[in-house]
Each structure stands twice: as C-alpha cells, then as structure tokens.
C-alpha cells in the first residue's frame, strides 16, 4: 500500500508539499479553483487558503488548509524605523528615526482589523498590545512623504 505525505511546508508566502515524485495541483480553498502551477511549491499572489491534491502512484488525496496572509506587504529594508523588543509580551518601543513631522500609526491584525491608531509628533513611543491577543500584527506608520509596514509579534 503506497503512503502519501500530506504535509505541507509553510513558509511566508511559499507552500511546499513535502511529498516529492507526485504529481500537484493546488488549490485556492476560498473559490473552490485550482491555481497556476502544478510545481512541488507554490507562491501566493493573494492572501487566502490553499491546498494541495497530491497524485502519487494510484492514490490521489488532498492536504490541509493553509493561510496565507502578508500577500503586497513589504518589510522595511533600512534604518528608519525601528521596533524592538520584536517579539515581546506586550509592550513595544517604536523609534521613528530623526523625524519632524506627525506620525500616524495603525496596528492591524493578520485578519486586517485596526486594533489601534494614534497620531503623534515624536521620534518615539510605546505601544501596548498587553490586552490583545497573541499572534502577529503589522504596524503601519505614515508620515508626509513614506508609508512604512513592519511585523510584530505579540507572545
């Protein structure tokens, strides 16, 4: 009897199944559609849901969900910005570099729910997370010329 290997490797924005030598189709579990690509991995262009069938040999069988969120979220390259601790268990210095100007930022959720928003004209500031849930958010900050979205996780 022939044992498929349903897992699947999550990492970011790439699934990999972990079964090699089969043949894939993935799956967009939000439309019920399969996506482009029929490679061992696949890179999600939008957030959502996939899966993977997975033919080997005679037996054809399909893996778990997995989320992906993050899809056109780009992290901070340079010095600018900083945030640490990064994780932390709830409080968090944000450190905006030698900037003059109003500071607006937002804390959102993986499900992109606005958990806080304040507007300030300092370089730094803390912000606390100690009543929400653990998992990561992202920290949006605007001021007149950048947007800037770093990941934070809350442990």
């Known amino acids: 009897m022939t044992t498929v290997d349903l897992t699947v490797t999550n990492a970011s924005l790439t699934l990999t199944a972990n079964q090699s030598g089969a043949t894939y189709t993935w799956l ?13 991995s696949y890179t999600a262009t939008v957030n959502g849901d ?13 893996s ?16 600018i910005v900083s945030i640490y601790p990064n994780p ?13 100007s109003t500071i607006n930022y937002s804390i959102i ?3 992109g729910k606005v958990v806080k928003y304040e507007k300030i004209n300092a370089n730094t500031t803390i912000i606390d997370l100690s009543n929400e849930s653990k998992g990561i958010y992202f920290v949006k900050i ?3 010329n950048n947007i800037f979205i770093k990941k934070l996780v809350l442990e």
């Open 50 to 62: 996939y899966a993977v069938e997975i033919t080997f040999g005679s037996c054809v069988n399909t």
């Open 88 to 100: 932390s268990t709830g409080l968090f210095r944000v450190n905006f570099g030698n900037n003059n």
């Open 109 to 111: 959720s993986v499900e």
């Open 142 to 144: 605007t001021d007149e």
């Open 64 to 79: 778990a969900r997995e989320n992906i969120t993050g899809v056109g979220i780009k992290e901070i390259t340079n010095n």
């Open 28 to 40: 967009d579990c939000n439309n019920g559609n399969s996506v482009v690509g029929n490679l061992q």
